[in-house]
């Protein structure tokens, strides 16, 4: 079965930094795009970013083009994001999924929090 296990949120300054990792295993990380997507309080689900199969591309919403870098590491099953110049727009419950445009499945989110 198919588990993602978020890590890395928490507590960052405006214009801080941030480095979000997700865990993944139950299926063939290295054969699966990957995306992270977030959810602020009384929003839906927004799609942030995402890298295909073996990170020879990526993809950014708009709202983070230029502050984020996705990355992964297949040996270690693992894919990042490198949160940097936070606001408090990028404060959400930020999630790590499955796929890229389309996101199959997702774990259990971790939270950042972005205040002075």
């Known amino acids: 079965q198919v588990q993602l296990v978020e890590s890395g949120g928490g507590l960052a300054q405006p214009g801080g930094s941030l480095r979000l990792s997700c865990a993944a295993s139950g299926f063939t990380f290295s054969r699966n795009g990957m995306s992270w997507a977030r959810q602020a309080p009384g929003k839906g689900l927004e799609w942030v970013s995402g890298i295909d199969k073996d990170g020879s591309d990526t993809y950014y919403a708009d709202s983070v083009k230029g502050r984020f870098t996705i990355s992964r590491d297949n040996a270690k099953n693992t894919v990042y994001l490198q949160m940097n110049s936070l606001g408090p727009e990028d404060m959400a419950l930020y999630y790590c999924?499955?796929?890229?445009?389309?996101?199959?499945?997702w774990g259990q989110g971790t939270q950042v929090t972005v205040s002075s």
């Open positions: 999924a499955v796929g890229l445009r389309t996101l199959v499945s």
